[in-house]
């Protein structure tokens, strides 16, 4: 697997009134061609905004943005954000592609399905409308459109949930790109739909030999197609590991408390959920401390009151299995059990 | 689709039918009798009676209406005996005051008010919308704040303010056009610089308004649609910024402007009474208010009024089949 996508220390922060928002504070991750990196957290955690940053996507008269997103594309490796809005427009929907939440309006109302993944085939390549129809409707018929040809012509508002969902996935891989970004992409479908779109989604990421990046806070679909995770919390990656390490020998507070809030069919009793006592903190002014700390259950564990007094790093737990907690890891696996 | 449209043009037709009866409903209760008004000084019962019947005017409104409906198809005779003057269909009536059938008058008014109108829609439109979309792409700028001036200008001069300003320097101070050319037509086939001349300045004393108006409509629909997730997703494709604005936003934004342009548009064609009265142009709204002021010209009235009525009916029908052509959601369903 050859490297796709190297993010080291990007910040992404939104200046406001009552001071900056940091909404993304050092990210630093990579991503190979053919794997799945999900990003978890809960709403405002950062992960949205990262990925919107790394396609360029943020708004730029808001956004104060630093670090590097080193891209290896097809024609040589490419730094994004230094690059011009021009470059990074050119790489988009070509070197790399993203697909939203919510199909219905994400496609545009007015134009039919197949005009608009043609415009995504034409901007990038030299050939006329009806080529890009053409191609619009051999990607429809990869992502399992039946009778695409006709339904082509059909507008966003004539699809189910799932199809629009695909004719996403369709305008997304038009100019195969070797990178794709997944914001949710099954948060509004419905649950019997949401397994045939992940399905399509790892057919394509194989038929593709893309790098895919899941952004999610479902950990069910975490577990059934990401390769690594990482765990945000509060603008910050709070762990990060393999897919497997991270269920089963979870090494940050944060990540065990999700996993138990996860209902489970085999707890017949009328057990209440576990939630994650409290409110993730606001993202203007984060005291220099763990963000997690005051949420925390073993903070009272860590000696010298650590976890309020400074800034826990990202450190090697096990191997290739990161998190950013004072307690080691041991104490950590005693607590989870 | 084709049954959509047949729909709402048998609603329509409705509509009309109900406007026109409605109007004569309206003047069969004014407080002045026509028969009354037209027997000058020296009056006895049995002259108004005898003008009445003349006029037309001694059965009931609902005759009188339908009579009037009649006239629309088949034309219509007024007066009788020596005095039997034909109008042929369609008539509207016929004016006593001004000796001359209405659909004469109208027909002469009508393509003044039409020119005035479609010149004054279009360099509105051209306005509003251009600044709009410009104070929308540079907001919050020097631009944006230029724009927002011209909006107060604009919004708060009335027509009768606006219009009075440019007579003043326009005609007496720089003598852009003479004074004598006002209120002359000038057919825009025979002599299209002279139309276009005679017609510029009522057409930017009423364009000042309603592009102020539309600027200000346009900036906000363009900055909301450009929030929109469809918005995103263009970006994300890697269309220009210039197409996202005037391929992927402007379409949706200018939809419901379309809709508030065409009843305008519509109110226009109706009679612009004041921006005719300043200029001087023979147009339907001088027409009415002669009718009303001077002589109380009610077959006349009941013309004008219907028409403006009938233009805004139809307008609201074009309005409805455009949108539908503009917007797929609609188009199907």
Known sequence: MSNLLDVKGLNVAFPTIDGEVRASVDLNFELNRGETLAIV???????????????GLHNRARTVISGEVILHGSKGSMELISASDETVRRLRGKEMAMIFQDPMSSLHPY????????????????????DGMKRAIEMLDLVEIPSAAKRAHEFPHQFSGGMRQRAMIAMA?????????????T????????AQVLQLLQDM????????????????????????????????????????DLYYRSMHPYTIGLLRSIPRVDQIDNHRLDAIKGAPPSLINLPMACSFAPRCEYASMVPESRCTQSQPELEAKESNHFARCFLPAERIAELRS | ???????????????????SATVFLIFNYLPFDPARLSCGKHCTPEIIAGNRHR?????????????FLQGIFLGRNYGEGAALIHCGAPAFGYSFTQHACVTTLLGQALPVTVSLAIGAFIMWLLLGVTLGVISARFRNTWIDRLSTVFVLIGTSLPTFISGLLLLLFVVLKF???????????????????????????????????????????????????????????????????RKVLWKHTLRPALAPILTIAGLDFAGLLGGAIITEQIFQLPGLGRLTLQAVLQDYDLPVIVATTTLAAAFVVIANLLVDLAYALLDPRIRIS
């Open chain 1, 173 to 185: 891989l038009v100019n195969n790109p070797s990178l794709l970004i997944a914001d949710e992409p």
């Open chain 1, 111 to 130: 134009y039919s399905i197949g005009a608009q993944i043609a415009e995504a085939w034409m901007i990038h390549n030299e050939g006329s409308k009806k």
């Open chain 1, 41 to 55: 957290g809960e709403s405002g955690s950062g992960k949205s905004v990262s990925s919107l940053a790394i396609m």
């Open chain 2, 55 to 67: 006029l037309g005017l001694d059965v009931n409104w609902w005759i009188q209406w339908w009579r």
């Open chain 1, 187 to 194: 948060t509004a479908l419905d649950v019997t739909v949401q």
């Open chain 2, 175 to 241: 003598n852009l056009i003479s004074p004598l050319d006002l209120g002359t037509w000038h057919s825009p086939l025979t002599d299209p610089w002279g139309w276009f001349s005679s017609y510029f300045w009522p057409w930017l004393s009423l364009a000042l308004i309603y592009a102020a108006t539309y600027t200000r409509f346009t900036r906000s629909n363009v900055i909301e649609t450009s929030s929109e997730d469809f918005i995103r997703t263009a970006r994300a494709k890697g269309v220009s910024e």
């Open chain 1, 205 to 244: 990421q194989k038929e593709f030999n893309m790098g895919v990046i899941l952004i999610t806070h479902d950990l069910g679909v975490v577990a059934e197609f990401a390769d690594r995770v990482n765990v945000m919390y509060a603008g910050k990656i709070v762990e990060t590991a393999g897919v497997e």
């Open chain 2, 1 to 19: 689709m084709l049954k959509y449209v047949s729909r709402r043009i048998a609603i329509s037709l409705v509509i009309l039918v109900l406007i």
